[in-house]
């Protein structure tokens, strides 16, 4: 929802979804946010895509957020490299499907997400396939993503162990 950057693997995700074919001629791609990168190279693989893809080519405001997670039924970030991401914890929030590049820490997300090997199209490709055509597929990522939030990657559960955390280095003090 920030920038659109090279490293977030737009064109890899633009690749897999030209490489759905016919069959899935009827999904959209929604890419979103301020281009820090050529988007020419970008609409040239989009527009090999069966399906419709629409660039939302701006900053996306935190109010406008919840209208796009409630319509999406995949979020995807392919990303070569990272460590975290807010629009990952936002879709967890949303519980959304995902699919994620298998890096940083992406994968401690566990079930919540489908992972896939950074950089590998043909990955992306099948899991997006898979996720466009099975929505009980989708619906197990999404209650995946619930438990998730209500767990261990929930606020409280983040705020115990950072007082854990506290309270483990405050005793060493002594």
């Known amino acids: ?9 737009i064109d890899l995700l633009l690749e897999a979804f030209a490489a759905l074919g016919e069959t899935d001629a009827e999904a959209e791609l929604w890419i979103a946010g301020m281009p820090r990168m050529p988007m020419e190279p970008l ?12 660039f939302i080519p701006r900053f996306i405001s935190d109010p406008e957020i919840p ?3 409630r319509r999406a039924d995949v979020l995807a970030l392919p990303y070569r490299e990272i460590e975290q991401s807010g629009v990952l914890y936002t879709g967890l929030a949303f519980r959304k ?18 992972l896939v ?9 099948t899991a997006l396939g898979e996720l466009i055509s099975d929505p009980a597929a989708r ?6 993503a619930e438990a998730s939030v ?19 280095l405050g005793a060493g003090g002594d």
């Open 97 to 114: 499907a995902m699919i994620l590049s298998d890096v940083g820490g992406f994968s401690e997300v566990g079930d919540a997400a489908r």
């Open 43 to 54: 609409q040239a693989l989009a527009d090999k895509a069966p399906g419709q893809v629409r």
């Open 67 to 69: 209208a796009l997670m």
């Open 117 to 125: 090997p950074p950089g590998d199209v043909d990955a992306l490709t």
């Open 139 to 144: 619906e197990r990522l999404a209650a995946a």
């Open 150 to 168: 209500a767990g261990e990657l929930g606020w409280d559960a983040i705020a115990a162990r950072t007082l854990e955390l506290y309270a483990s």
């Open 1 to 9: 929802f920030g920038l659109l950057r090279p490293y977030k693997g």
